[in-house]
């Protein structure tokens, strides 16, 4: 069965970055894309961006360009994703989904567990 | 940047009623439309895919329809297990969107 297993809490402070992981099994990973989607505390889904698992391509939110970045490592079925210079708005649990689209951004279909960023001084 | 807008923002229904959730779109987005129900500390779930696609394992009493800029969310016969919110979501043009959510409580 497919699932996404991302890493654990993180506790932040602002100006830091922050690197989410979220391993992949029961599919074949390179033939599709993973989304990231973000939630603040009380609110509603924020997509933030996709990578292709085949060719590593990338489409970013325009509010995040320069931010964030989405990599994966097909050896080990795992994609990440990195934003930097954090603020407190930026506290939220991070979810990946499994993208329908592998050569461009589409139905995300399953969903990770989600991870809480906690960004404080 | 498609806007989605739903409605409503809050619904509060008795078991068995039928509940009803729109969602309209800023454009046309054909029928590249998705559902999704979050419960409480938990991911969201995929609904209804392409506006009125049925997902495997997920209740008949769920259903889709629309396509352009206007779509609906029904649940025939709510049972208690669909408290939860429920997120349409566009995947017609980027960014991707998602709407506000609806957010629907058990009377």
């Known amino acids: 069965q497919v699932q996404l297993v991302q890493s654990g809490a993180e506790v932040k402070k602002p100006g830091a970055s922050v690197k989410v992981s979220c391993k992949a099994s029961g599919y074949t990973f390179t033939s599709y894309g993973i989304s990231w989607v973000r939630q603040a505390p009380g609110q509603g889904l924020e997509w933030m961006g996709w990578?292709?698992?085949?060719?590593?391509?990338?489409n970013y939110a325009q509010k995040l360009q320069g931010r964030v970045t989405m990599t994966t490592d097909t050896s080990t079925s795992t994609a990440y994703m990195e934003l930097r210079s954090l603020r407190s708005d930026d506290t939220a649990v991070y979810y990946c989904?499994?993208?329908?689209?592998?050569?461009?951004?589409?139905?995300?279909?399953?969903w990770g567990q989600g991870t809480l960023v906690t960004v404080s001084s | 940047e498609i806007v989605l807008t739903q409605s409503p923002d809050f619904q509060s229904v008795t078991p068995k009623e039928k509940v009803t959730i729109t969602c309209r779109a800023s454009q046309s987005i054909g029928s590249s439309l998705h559902w999704y129900q979050q419960k409480p500390d938990q991911s969201p779930k995929l609904l209804i895919k392409y506006a009125s696609q049925s997902i495997s394992g997920v209740p008949s009493r769920f259903s889709g329809s629309g396509s352009g800029t206007d779509f609906t969310l029904t649940i025939n016969s709510l049972e208690a297990e669909d408290a939860a919110a429920y997120y349409c979501?566009?995947?017609?043009?980027?960014?991707?969107?998602f709407g506000g959510g609806t957010k629907v409580e058990i009377k």
């Open positions: 989904a499994r993208d329908r689209g592998g050569s461009y951004p589409g139905l995300a279909d399953y």
């Open positions: 990578i292709s698992a085949y060719n590593g391509n990338t």
């Open positions: 979501h566009q995947s017609s043009s980027l960014p991707l969107t």
